[in-house]
């Protein structure tokens, strides 16, 4: 059984569009049934989380409303980017079920350097005194600069969650 959770997408809603049929959960399922053959029955759709925090408390709602056993382990698959927050998140909310559930963190989306051979391509030093200084060599990249952006925010979202009391980043024994 599979859980996919993930509220209203962000995109422009068309008439009789709903959030069910708009929703990152829709989406999820759609790409797992037809990029994995995943039977439309096996599959069960969270489509009111908004946030991290809503996806872990309403899995939990809806594992326990549906009674359906996990055998104590969720695979919690995101972004690689979000993963630590998520993990966290999910551990921290079915900790609080009295159940000890371990929490399998499955992240996607890896952000990674250039290889080393596109690095080399760069112009870099004596390149650049050669040929001289551009205002572009100093102007981040609209890569860099998105997934810059992209570090910012978790951070942030990060914080939040700490203060909260959703995550506890720091382990007492």
């Known amino acids: 059984m599979l859980i996919v959770s993930g509220g209203e ?19 999820a399922s759609t790409f797992l049934q037809n990029r994995f053959g995943i039977p439309a029955g096996d599959i069960i759709e969270e489509n009111q989380s908004s946030t991290v925090h809503d996806s872990a408390v309403n899995t939990r709602e809806l594992l326990q409303r ?33 159940r000890e559930v371990a929490i399998i963190p499955r992240p996607t989306d890896f952000y990674t350097v250039p290889p080393r051979e596109t690095l080399r391509q760069r112009v870099q030093g004596r390149d650049l005194v050669e040929r001289g ?24 979202s990060s914080i939040y969650y700490f203060l909260r009391g959703w995550i506890r980043p720091v382990r007492t024994l």
Do not use: C
């Open 133 to 156: 200084v551009r205002i572009s060599d100093l102007l981040p990249s609209t890569d860099a600069f998105s997934l810059s952006s992209k570090v910012v925010s978790e951070y942030v």
């Open 9 to 27: 997408a962000t995109r422009e809603r068309k008439t009789g569009d709903t959030t069910e049929n708009t929703s990152e959960a829709r989406a």
């Open 66 to 98: 549906q009674n359906i056993g996990f055998g104590n382990q969720l695979f919690v698959v995101t972004s690689a980017i979000e993963m630590s927050r998520a993990a966290l998140t999910f551990d921290r909310e079915f900790a609080n079920t009295g």
